[in-house]
């Protein structure tokens, strides 16, 4: 039996869920996640109830794989609509740069051009730092939003823009996040060499 899936789910103050047939519907104080899980197992939340429960509907092994991880995407969905979810990412480089204009994200990261990038909906991207100062304060962001998928999604999608590189640690990481370094090439010195 899955300890995670059969663990049951309390239901904040303030969030109702409602589940028809294969679709459950989470609403709360940050908005309402919609979801339609796989076929093998089955949502019970009685109406006005503070927990909510999956079980399996068979003992396959596809149905013992699907109950822990639909029971861990409902709680997922529960956090999200009471707390949200927030990730956090720090641009390292001189002159580096970040700045959001109406649903587009720009970021100044040495190339030759601005990246955009659209901002999802039920996303929302805050900029703590906008610029670089010098090589040691990074430009700080935070991406914000109920959906814990399309949160961490999107954060990724900033990251890949520009990777951080590992000799200089220049480029886009998640706040927190080590870069393992490497050193650079060291030349030989001038009367290396000649005979």
Known sequence: ???IGKKPIALPAGVKVEVQERCVSVTGPRGTLKWSH???VRVHCERGASTLTVERVQDTKRCRALHGTTRA???NMVVGVTEGYRHSLEIYGTGYS???NGPVLR?????AHPVDLAIPSGIKVEIEVPATKGNETPAKLHVIGSDRQQVGQ???QIKDVRPPEPYLGKGIRYAGEQIRRKAGKAFAGAGAGGG
Do not use: D, H
């Open 38 to 40: 796989a076929p093998g």
């Open 98 to 100: 970040c700045a959001v």
């Open 73 to 75: 995407l409902i709680q």
């Open 107 to 111: 970021l100044m990261v040495g190339y």
């Open 1 to 3: 039996m899955s300890r």
């Open 154 to 156: 999107f954060s990724r």
